[in-house]
């Protein structure tokens, strides 16, 4: 079983900010596959960025290239969302995932992971 808590989510400007963390527990990320995703108020889950914890290949979704950097720290069990330039249609909850056997080309769908955190609100102000 792996446990995954999201934190560093706030209120924050537009063309600020952000750096959002997931620490793991239980068991470590090698072998796993961890992605960002978000929901908006009343809109579905969305594929933000994805990491694979072995090679660090990353993958991600149009909307956040370029603005969006996802990363890891092995020793400390932890994968980072680091946000800038955030705009107003950023807000949402955002959550991390993860699954020891996700494959490439189904990173991006929700249903190939597992294990979620609990999420933690982002909020653009314009």
């Known amino acids: 079983q792996v446990q995954l808590v999201e934190s560093g989510g706030g209120l924050v400007q537009a063309g600020g900010s952000l750096r959002l963390s997931c620490v793991a527990s239980?068991?470590?990320?090698?072998?796993?596959?961890v992605a960002w995703f978000r929901q908006a108020s009343g809109k579905d889950r969305d594929f933000l960025a994805a990491i694979r914890w072995n090679s660090g290949h990353s993958v991600y979704e149009d909307v956040v290239k370029g603005r969006f950097t996802i990363s890891k720290d092995t020793a400390k069990n932890t994968v980072y969302l680091q946000m800038d330039n955030l705009k107003f249609e950023d807000t949402a909850v955002y959550y991390c995932?993860?699954?020891?056997?996700?494959?490439?080309?189904?990173?991006?769908?929700?249903?190939?992971?597992?294990?979620w955190g609990q999420g933690t609100q982002v909020t653009v102000s314009s």
């Open positions: 995932a993860a699954d020891p056997r996700a494959i490439w080309s189904a990173l991006t769908q929700r249903e190939t992971y597992d294990y």
């Open positions: 239980g068991r470590t990320l090698r072998n796993f596959a």
